[in-house]
């Protein structure tokens, strides 16, 4: 089993920065895939940014593309989003996900176990 727990979710004008974290414990993920998704009430859970095992590979939504970027160290077990020029529309809840396979899928369904997520709200 993996536990994952997201942290660094708050507050933040439109065009901040925030970056968000993802603690892996219980078992070493750097065979998994990670992901990030987001999620707004209403709304189906949406992929964000994906990474395979290495980190080589990396996947963005046209939507955060060139303001996101999703990086892994696997050394501390953990994975992270940095999220820059921020927008009202990624208000959210952001989920940390992995997937017991070494490269990323887009699909939510596709991930095994799921952080309890973090609230991301810009402000206008």
């Known amino acids: 089993q993996v536990q994952l727990v997201e942290s660094g979710g708050g507050l933040v004008q439109a065009g901040g920065s925030l970056r968000l974290s993802c603690a892996a414990s219980g078992r070493t993920i750097s065979n998994y895939a990670m992901g990030w998704f987001r999620q707004t009430p209403g709304k189906e859970r949406e992929v964000v940014a994906a990474?395979?095992?290495?980190?080589?590979?990396?996947y963005y939504a046209d939507s955060v593309k060139g303001r996101f970027t999703i990086s892994r160290v696997n050394a501390k077990n953990s994975a992270y989003l940095q999220m820059n020029t921020l927008k009202p529309e990624d208000t959210a809840v952001y989920y940390c996900?992995?997937?017991?396979?070494?490269?990323?899928?887009?699909?939510?369904?596709?991930?095994?176990?799921w952080g309890q997520g973090t609230q991301v709200t810009v402000s206008s």
């Open positions: 996900a992995a997937r017991g396979e070494r490269y990323y899928h887009t699909s939510a369904s596709e991930y095994e176990y």
């Open positions: 990474i395979s095992w290495s980190g080589g590979s990396t």
